[in-house]
């Protein structure tokens, strides 16, 4: 790895210098745009008002036939709307792939200076990272781009999870990692054809009650350990952890659950495919007004985080201040995007 003091440097020169810190920002839904299609990037700049990060898609999903198209698309829907603190992303296709040096090469030239974050799938080690940092500050430095570009990796591949610890540490360009469950699951020839979610099979069976037969199955989470291993290696290194798409745009229960799962376990946020997500995301990835409220009593108990204090019968000391510390933050960003929630919260 490197030392310390070159992972800092501009990596060409005249490329801006890499950020110390990630700016904070409200990422609860990250909404997929085809941007080949007319009617859904006419609708962008009114989309950008309600989501948190607006991405524009170039890899799959994105017929072969549109790749162009879509590069295009993206391009014209950077240019005609404003985004303000909403995110503008795009993802771009494998860097195996035919079409990626022309995403990169054409979109850093054309709108390189509005675009916060791209997305890299399929990233299988750290080597990809650097492959893509090195030509972003190239060309950073040849259209004077002086804010740099970060990069999302997408956890995805089976070598990818073996080496997320280094995929986050990469460069100090990386602002997270999304879970892809699908590739991910082709990847490791897991049985199923679903995105994201449970699977009815994989359940663990209780043991029978004494002279009975019956017995009580419960479905358990095919991406606990992912997730929890991805959340390890993001909040190690300082970036974020996201969950990523859920497939079945028809079951809403299972979606929700899907994404409080992830929550719960440090994600961040996750990604809308669908525009029925977008509600779904902000209520999860909303901190719970009860939680909020009980976080204030616990900073307003204990200032400084020092000590103990007993809260309605419940132990607080440093830890649960920094878990309050959390809440409150996250529930700032939110009061200061969606007024509604701020009222909830008494922000
Ligand atoms: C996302 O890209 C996935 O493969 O799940
Ligand atoms: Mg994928």
């Known amino acids: 790895m490197k030392p310390p003091r070159p992972f800092f440097q501009p990596l060409a020169i005249g490329a801006p210098a890499p950020l110390r810190e990630l700016p904070v920002r409200l990422e609860r839904m990250i909404h997929f745009v085809p941007p080949h299609i007319d009617k859904l990037r006419g609708k962008v700049p009114e989309l950008a008002k309600q989501v948190d990060v607006v991405l524009g898609n170039l890899e799959d999903a994105i017929p072969v036939d549109a790749k162009e198209a879509a ?15 909403t995110g503008l992303w795009t993802r771009i296709n494998a860097l195996n792939s035919p079409w990626v040096l022309d995403d990169i090469t054409e979109i850093v030239g054309a709108v390189g200076h509005k675009l916060d974050v791209i997305m890299l799938p399929k990233v299988d080690g750290p080597w990809d990272i650097h492959y893509l940092d090195q030509l972003l500050a190239q060309l950073e430095a040849r259209y004077s781009i002086n804010k740099p570009i970060l990069i999302h990796a997408i956890l995805e591949t089976a070598q990818g999870v073996n080496n997320v610890e280094a995929i986050a540490l990469a460069s100090p360009r990386m602002h997270g990692i999304s879970l892809g469950p699908a590739d991910l699951a082709a990847s490791r020839a897991m049985k199923t054809t679903r995105v994201g979610g449970g699977h009815p099979d994989y359940k663990v069976l209780a043991d029978p009650a004494p002279g009975e037969s019956a017995r009580t199955a419960a479905q358990q989470d095919l991406w606990h350990y992912t997730i929890a291993k991805m ?84 132990m607080q000391d440093g830890a649960t201040w920094k878990q309050a510390k959390v809440l409150l933050d996250l529930a700032n960003l939110v009061a200061a995007k969606d007024p509604a929630m701020g009222a909830r919260y008494g922000l």
């Not at 946020?269 to 009593?297: M, N, Y």
């Open 71 to 85: 590069r295009k698309g993206f391009i014209e829907m950077a240019n005609a709307a404003g985004f303000g603190s």
């Open 231 to 314: 959340v390890d290696a993001c909040v190690a290194a300082g970036i974020k952890p996201f969950y990523g798409p859920f497939g079945d745009f028809s079951d809403a229960a299972a979606c929700e659950s899907q994404f409080r799962n992830a929550f719960l376990m440090g994600c961040l946020g996750a990604w809308s495919l669908h525009p029925s997500q977008i509600e779904i995301a902000k209520i999860v990835f909303s901190p719970d007004p009860h939680e909020v409220e009980f976080a204030k009593k616990i900073v307003a108990a204990m200032p400084d985080g020092a000590g103990a204090v007993m809260i309605d019968g419940k």
